[in-house]
């Protein structure tokens, strides 16, 4: 693209600003090489990349960014086998996390289905994460000149004897300084430090008093650094102990290096992937702060911009701007006074086709189109040079005659100002001619101008026409106003009125110029009277044509309102009916269950008193055993066993049987045991722990009654047809050896019925001592008549 049109159209400081959104120098590499594209195809991907970018800032927040370096040098010096720097490993660390966390990122965002990224998904996915390298120096460096303890154990060693090693000697150092009988040979009583050894500060005429190694003098010669003789071995040591740490960290600086060397590849592409990424988001950031949008991209040259403004400029002071050319003329020639605007339009125009053909959105409405121009040609502001002795118009006619030189069909050329700076008769015919010859080759053209000759060959010339700046002659100010097809009225002699110029000059003024151009202005004015005329009656039309859509949407809601509320009425009469059935329907249900209450109330009532007899019975027979075992079987174990465990065997002394401990002991010392098929209660003081050989047997003659238990008993029991008091003692009797069988979950079949037998079942169960939960069957399992319990 020429270099001459990008900085008269100031495309650099679009440079500038879109490199301030990078978050790393990569990225701004990136952007210094950027130009303007001729190939649609590429621009087309250029622009969805902005897109992607734009949609996911505004959906998702910016993307994790920042750590992006440039490691490439420093990768390829870990490839051919040198060690890095800790500097170097930091910021390969960072980068591989950048990496690691934009995965993290797009992940989060692919579970979103209504939207796809696919170029950005592309670049994302491209990337490599090696979680392992990032740990490894994240561990062993801390910063660019401090290595973690972390890093290795022997480095951690190395660093604790360093520490001790300086305390010994700084104690012993002290105890030099602090003696009564070296204070006076010393310059101070402190210790200090010189080429890495601990030294104390001795008078020079009492060096022969102070034994050890001379390392230093100062200025005046009346001190010197004495390195004691006693500390001489320690500080030996210690700097021992320094080069080994010096060779650990240059040992573990390599394995990193040696890491990094292994992927070079990966972490190379790493690079080139961040550094596009950096910049693509960079492209979507400038078009979230310009509230830009993507352009429709043609390769014919059409353009037409909505509600265009110049990137630039403020954008609580622009007036946005209308325009296109491309389709029904190729040659737009823009009148007004001066401060109009002209030259800005002409500006906004070229800058936001090199934005759009760089990639960029423009600062536009949506669906604005931008034409692809090989070359885009630009001749604005005054060009006078002093150096070189060129007038105002000498100089433009240097940059018109190197436009003509180098201009071909599918471009764009801007002119401000065209053929001023002379003779206003040549400069206009000068004018046409050049238009004349952009037009007859195919070039698109817009041009400023000040010369009515020329608003009226845009009149008379087809494939030319006319736009100005409007202007209003009361205020005396431009309202910035882009109106194609409407040529600009010059409005010097209204404006000198409005200024208080008298009359009678301005009535001589225009008798100084021809009939002709009096006769043009005239219609001129005319049109932009008419002009006005006909965008009032557009307004008012426009009034009309809301307050008509007003109306029929006012009348089609009157309508649906009349709709709904016959609909309402009808809906609320089914309503009422459907209300009377459904309470006839549940006062019968009430009643119907009011009666199944009465009888389960009954059955509750018979049921809480065999509870309690049982209860009673179990009660009896406790003590019962608490008697035979304390009284008639007092036989004392000579060892009580201690802390007693479930599962555990032991022999009870009063029946000389083994058994098996079902649970721990009460607060009394009564411990519950299985013996056999028995399940008893004992005192601790009548056990006593079995030998090896007898838990054994025991283990066996256990595993072989619940192994015939689990052989002979089912998963499920039938009590249907039964009483309460029927079911009960058989249902106890079946969880015990379901319990002891090792059974988890048993089916207990009680049928539906009237719910009595159900509802007791239900209470029995949330107190036996084998079950962990109960609850009704699903409708595979036999739905209200079967109760499914889980067994502890």
Do not use: W
Not at 19 to 45: A, N, V
Not at 207 to 213: A, E, T
Not at 431 to 446: C, E, N, Q, W, Y
Not at 528 to 542: C, W
């Amino acid at each position: 693209m020429n270099e001459k049109t990008l900085k008269s159209l100031e495309y650099k400081k679009i440079i500038d600003s879109l490199m301030d959104k990078c978050e790393s120098s990569l990225g701004k590499t990136r952007i210094q090489s950027m130009q303007p594209l001729i190939d649609i195809e590429d621009i087309e991907k250029l622009q969805a990349e902005t897109d992607e970018a734009l949609t996911l800032l505004i959906k998702r927040g910016a993307p994790p960014l920042y750590g992006i370096n440039s490691i490439k040098a420093d990768v390829k010096r870990a490839e051919i086998g040198g060690t890095l720097s800790p500097g170097a490993l930091i910021k390969i660390s960072d980068s591989l996390r950048v990496s690691r966390d934009l995965k993290n990122y797009i992940r989060e965002v692919q579970e979103d289905r209504e939207k796809r990224y696919p170029l950005i998904e592309g670049y994302i996915e491209g990337l490599s994460v090696f979680k392992n390298i990032e740990n490894e120096i994240t561990n062993a460096i801390i910063s660019e000149n401090e290595i973690s303890d972390n890093a290795s154990t022997t480095l951690r060693s190395i660093r604790k004897q360093i520490i001790s090693k300086n305390e010994s000697v700084r104690d012993k150092l002290n105890s030099i300084v602090n003696s009564q009988t070296n204070k006076k040979y010393l310059q101070d009583n402190i210790v200090t430090m010189r080429e890495g050894r601990y030294v104390v500060p001795v008078k020079a005429e009492n060096k022969n008093n102070i034994k050890g190694l001379v390392h230093d003098m100062s200025g005046s010669g009346a001190t010197l650094f004495i390195e004691p003789m006693a500390v001489v071995e320690l500080n030996n040591e210690l700097r021992e102990l320094e080069l080994k740490e010096k060779e650990e960290i240059d040992r573990i600086l390599k394995v990193l290096s040696s890491m990094v060397a292994e992927e070079a590849e990966g972490i190379a592409n790493n690079q080139y992937l961040l550094q596009e990424l950096d910049f693509i988001f960079a492209k979507g950031k400038l078009a979230l702060e310009m509230n830009a949008t993507k352009p429709i991209l043609n390769d014919v040259g059409y353009i037409n911009i909505r509600k265009g403004r110049h990137p630039l400029l403020n954008v609580k002071n622009i007036v946005p701007i209308d325009i296109y050319l491309g389709k029904e003329f190729d040659s737009l020639i823009i009148t007004g006074p001066n401060t109009g605007g002209k030259t800005v339009s002409l500006k906004t125009v070229g800058l936001l086709v090199l934005m759009a053909q760089s990639g960029l959105h423009i600062p536009a409405d949506f669906n604005s189109e931008i034409g692809i121009f090989e070359q885009v040609f630009a001749d604005i502001g005054d060009e006078q040079s002093i150096e070189q002795s060129l007038s105002t118009f000498s100089s433009h006619m240097v940059n018109i005659v190197d436009i003509l030189s180098k201009v071909e069909t599918n471009n764009l050329v801007l002119f401000d100002e065209l053929g001023a700076g002379t003779d206003p008769t040549e400069g206009a015919a000068l004018a046409m001619s050049i238009l004349d010859h952009l037009l007859g080759i195919g070039v698109k053209t817009i041009a400023t101008t000040h010369y009515s000759q020329l608003k009226l060959y845009a009149l008379t010339t087809k494939g030319v026409i006319n736009a100005s700046v409007e202007f209003d002659v009361k205020t005396l100010s431009p309202t910035y106003k882009l109106l194609i097809g409407v040529p600009g009225k010059s409005n010097a002699f209204e404006i000198s009125q409005r200024l208080g110029l008298e009359n009678h000059i301005i009535d001589y003024a225009k008798g100084l110029i021809s009939e002709e151009n009096i006769e043009f202005e005239d219609v001129l004015e005319s049109m932009e009277k008419d002009r006005l005329s006909i965008n009032e009656n557009k307004q008012e039309i426009e009034r009309y044509r809301i307050q008509l859509q007003k109306l029929e949407r006012e009348l089609s809601l009157e309508k649906d309102k009349t709709k709904d509320m016959r609909d309402k009425i009808l809906q609320e009469s089914r309503e009422e009916a459907r209300n009377i059935l459904k309470k006839a329907k549940e006062d019968a249900d009430l009643l119907v269950g009011e009666l199944k209450e009465v009888s389960i109330e009954i059955e509750k009532e018979k049921l809480r008193k065999i509870q309690e007899a049982q209860e009673k019975l179990k009660h009896k027979l406790k003590n019962t055993e608490n008697e035979i075992a304390q009284k008639v079987l007092n036989i004392k174990s000579k060892k009580p066993p201690k802390d007693l465990r479930v599962g555990e065997t032991v022999e009870v002394l009063t029946l000389n049987q083994i058994g098996t401990v079902l649970e721990k002991p009460d607060d009394s010392g009564n411990v519950k045991i299985q013996v056999g098929i028995m399940k008893i209660s004992s005192h601790l003081s009548s056990l006593r722990r079995t030998k090896e050989r007898e838990k054994e047997n025991i283990s066996r003659s256990t595993k072989k009654i619940m192994s015939t238990k689990a052989k002979d008993i089912k998963t499920e029991i039938d009590l249907r047809g039964q009483n309460q008091e029927e079911a009960f003692m058989e249902l106890d009797k079946y969880l015990d050896d379901a319990y002891i069988a090792g059974i988890k979950q048993v089916q207990i079949i009680h049928g539906k019925g009237t719910g009595v037998l159900r509802e007791g079942i239900r209470i029995y169960l949330k107190r036996n001592r084998h079950v962990r939960t109960s609850r009704l069957g699903t409708f595979s399992e036999g739905g209200d008549g079967v109760t499914v319990v889980e067994l502890k």
